[in-house]
Nanobody, 125 residues
Framework: VQLVQSGGGLAQAGGSLRLSCVVS????????MGWFRQAPGSQREFVAVISGPGDDAYYSVTVEGRFTISRDNAKNTVDLHMSSLKPEDTGVYYC???????????????????WGPGTQVTVSP
């Protein structure tokens, strides 16, 4: 499984950004996927996750109401739409996937075994 990320970059507070993740896999299974982030000097933290079918999604309380996770299983993509950005949203954002047989979403970083390379998001005041 390979995860290729795009999007992100620099935004002002109150602005919006979009992250995309394309999944290359060898089976038709749709595992749960998520977005996590890591600020300098901090541990990687849960941002948003979505179930394999896309019918369940969970958000960190720090982003709920501002971020939206979505997926298109026909295109093997998972997106994170980020709005009303705050400086504290700054960090490296990682796309992640559970094992291909696991469609249930989890907020636990350790539940995800495939990771994208990360993309920087910087929000200026």
């Amino acid at each position: 499984v390979q995860l290729v990320q795009s999007g992100g970059g620099l935004a002002q507070a109150g602005g919006s950004l979009r992250l995309s993740c394309v999944v290359s896999k060898e089976t038709p299974d749709n595992p749960a996927m998520g977005w996590f982030r890591q600020a300098p000097g901090s541990q990687r933290e849960f941002v948003a996750v979505i179930s394999g079918p896309g019918d369940d999604a969970y958000y960190s309380v720090t982003v709920e109401g501002r971020f939206t996770i979505s997926r298109d299983n026909a295109k093997n993509t998972v997106d994170l739409h980020m709005s009303s950005l705050k400086p504290e949203d700054t960090g490296v954002y990682y796309c992640a996937s559970r094992a291909e047989s696991l469609p249930r979403a989890s907020q636990n970083v350790g539940a995800y075994i495939w990771w994208g390379p990360g993309t920087q998001v910087t929000v200026s005041p």
